[in-house]
């Protein structure tokens, strides 16, 4: 390793104009000094002090063709050389009709430029369709950083709207526990354990005449990677059908992931809103609400205003437009390798923990997978994740100390169409000492 001498200094300059250093607060920890990325290529990033990095954060799951990809990159600044302010411009259109195209749910589709944005429209939308006020999240889903969506505990089971807080043994309040929220932010949402169908049941048949939406991960991606349970999101849609409650799907992170239908091409279970951001622009801010025409006919009567500056951006539409043609090509090769690769990264990465007798539990998606430390066999939410104790911040170890030997990982593993079998073994050569070190830390 090269060392960090120009990060560090660069840190240290950037921490007098910005706070904390950093743009986002999930970047990188106050405590740990972030590497100041100078370029990338395929699936390596190369740091201002020159060290190479194999990346499976791919900035936190966009860059699903990897870094620097040609065709990408030729679109983008194509693009740029003739245009990129943001007029009204064709690629809108050809976007979109991409989207459509690819989307089971998709008949009407509009632009943002962050999956939080794409949230809030989807909400929205969903409120103004059925005249109704309340909207139904899920304990473990992340649904984006505004006031509403983030954080939040549940005191009262019988009446589930979330209030401020966090608890001492819940990593995942922690995460969501924001300073200066507005204070009647949680009133118009309960707060539920996912893959609980008897618990959505419950609530609906209570209070399904007030309820707007049901809008969940369909997923679990952002905490342990939980699947949902054989016949939960069919339970779900059929009891949204029942009570007139708008389905949404918060497809950011399974949206690409797990092909270009997202979670509900790849589980056949189809929402009536979904929201789609990270993959869908391979990198570039760009997000998508989408859905049933009647849905989204209320965008298209002007009777919900879903406005921004920077929506249908030419670059983002050129960037939509030629991630997707890269995903199509070859009857979707690149799925191929790239579930090929997370696959193979996963066996053998679980297969070294074995051996150094280290229980656990690698959940999720061939795209998209957790490590959780638990021998008790799988997580299904997040109530069963507290039950098995702290599975999470053992991930941050490993992570911490995979990432010391050049490998940048958070708590989840992605894979790109860039990624090679060479950079898997690579990885696993690596792990072998980041797992050693591990067992004396963690256990
Ligand atoms: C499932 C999910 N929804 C929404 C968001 C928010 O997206 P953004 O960070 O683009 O606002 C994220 C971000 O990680 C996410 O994982």
């Known amino acids: 390793m090269a060392g960090t001498d120009r990060s560090h200094a660069h840190f240290e300059r950037a921490r007098r104009v910005i706070p904390g250093g950093i743009q986002s607060n999930y970047r990188k920890s106050e405590s740990h000094v972030p590497v100041y990325i100078s370029h990338g290529r395929g699936a390596r990033l190369f740091d201002l002090d020159g060290?190479?990095?194999?990346?499976?954060?791919?900035?936190?799951?966009?860059?699903?063709?990897?870094?620097?990809?040609?065709?990408?990159?030729?679109?983008?600044?194509?693009?740029?050389?003739?245009?990129?302010?943001n007029e009204v411009n064709a690629l809108e259109q050809a976007a979109a009709e991409k989207i459509v195209a690819h989307v089971p749910c998709a008949e009407l589709v509009r632009f943002a430029c962050s999956g939080t944005e794409a949230n809030y429209n989807a909400l929205r939308i969903a409120r103004a369709y059925t005249g109704r006020n309340m909207v139904v999240r899920f304990n473990g889903h992340y649904n984006g950083c505004l006031d509403q969506l983030i954080g939040g505990i549940v005191d009262d089971p019988q009446n589930p709207v979330p209030v401020h807080g966090e608890?001492?043994?819940?990593?995942?309040?922690?995460?969501?526990?924001?300073?200066?929220?507005?204070?009647?932010?949680?009133?118009?949402?309960?707060?539920?354990?996912?893959?609980?169908?008897?618990?959505?049941?419950?609530?609906?048949?209570?209070?399904?005449?007030?309820?707007?939406a049901v809008c969940m991960e369909p997923v679990m991606v952002n905490f342990n990677g939980c699947l949902p349970e054989p016949g939960y999101l069919e339970g779900v849609r059929e009891l949204c059908t029942r009570y007139g409650v708008v389905l949404v799907f918060d497809e950011v992170l399974t949206g690409f992931r797990m092909g270009l239908g997202g979670a509900q091409g790849a589980l056949g279970v189809i929402p009536d809103v979904a929201t789609f951001?990270?993959?869908?622009?391979?990198?570039?801010?760009?997000?998508?609400?989408?859905?049933?025409?009647?849905?989204?006919?209320?965008?298209?009567?002007?009777?919900v205003i879903a406005a921004g500056s920077y929506n249908g951006h030419p670059l983002a539409m050129a960037a939509v437009i030629a991630t997707i043609e890269e995903l199509e090509r070859e009857a979707g090769a690149a799925f191929t390798r790239i579930n090929a690769l997370g696959n193979a990264l996963a066996d053998g990465l679980r297969d070294k923990f074995d051996r150094h007798g280290v229980p656990l539990i690698l959940q999720g998606f061939p795209a998209a997978w957790t490590i959780a430390y638990s021998d008790r066999g799988r997580i299904i939410n997040h109530r069963d994740s507290l039950?098995?104790?702290?599975?999470?911040?053992?991930?941050?170890?490993?992570?911490?100390?995979?990432?010391?030997?050049?490998?940048?990982?958070?708590?989840?593993?992605?894979?790109s169409a860039a990624h090679t079998e060479q950079d898997v073994e690579e990885t696993l050569r690596r792990a072998d000492k980041a797992i050693a070190a591990f067992t004396a830390e963690a256990r």
């Open 51 to 85: 060290n190479e990095y194999i990346d499976y954060s791919l900035s936190y799951g966009p860059s699903i063709l990897g870094h620097s990809n040609e065709h990408l990159r030729a679109s983008i600044v194509r693009q740029a050389e003739k245009m990129y302010s």
């Open 277 to 303: 951001a990270k993959a869908i622009g391979g990198g570039f801010p760009v997000s998508v609400f989408c859905g049933k025409r009647e849905i989204m006919d209320v965008v298209t009567r002007a009777e």
């Open 167 to 212: 608890r001492e043994t819940d990593a995942f309040s922690q995460m969501g526990n924001t300073a200066g929220r507005a204070a009647h932010a949680f009133h118009d949402s309960y707060m539920i354990e996912w893959n609980d169908l008897d618990a959505l049941s419950a609530l609906l048949s209570r209070f399904g005449d007030d309820i707007a």
């Open 387 to 415: 039950a098995q104790g702290d599975t999470w911040a053992k991930g941050l170890v490993f992570s911490r100390l995979m990432n010391s030997r050049n490998v940048i990982v958070q708590a989840r593993f992605c894979t």
